[in-house]
């Protein structure tokens, strides 16, 4: 079994700054690539930023030069550090992440439960 567990969300003021956390545990063989999502009240879930296991990046338009995403394999942990928060990036925060386990060849993706980010004064 492979769980992907969010934290480090909650209420900050337009400005601030928030690190989001997604830790990878279970029987790992492999992470390759991962990725966090957001989904706001009645929008479809998209693509933040995401992250190869070769440490290449990818950031969404409306997030470039806030937001760096980075890992730790070491710890199977993937962070989102975003500053300069706006009141558009309120919305419930996904990690994803594509996983070997070890007693298997294949590659699945995995997501975590979700961690809320509210941006408002």
């Known amino acids: 079994q492979v769980q992907l567990v969010e934290s480090g969300g909650g209420l900050v003021q337009p400005g601030g700054s928030l690190r989001l956390s997604c830790a990878a545990s279970?029987?790992?063989?492999?992470?390759?690539?991962m990725a966090w999502y957001r989904q706001a009240p009645g929008k479809q879930r998209d693509l933040v930023a995401s992250?190869?296991?070769?440490?290449?990046?990818n950031y969404r338009d409306s997030v470039k030069g806030r937001a760096t995403i980075s890992r730790d394999d070491a710890k199977n942990t993937m962070y989102l550090q975003m500053n300069s928060l706006k009141p558009e990036d309120t919305a419930v925060y996904y990690c994803?992440?594509?996983?070997?386990?070890?007693?298997?060849?294949?590659?699945?993706?995995?997501w975590g439960q979700g961690t809320q980010v509210t941006v408002s004064s």
């Open positions: 994803n992440a594509d996983i070997r386990r070890a007693i298997d060849t294949r590659v699945r993706s995995y």
């Open positions: 279970g029987s790992i063989g492999s992470i390759y690539t």
């Open positions: 992250i190869t296991s070769g440490g290449d990046t």
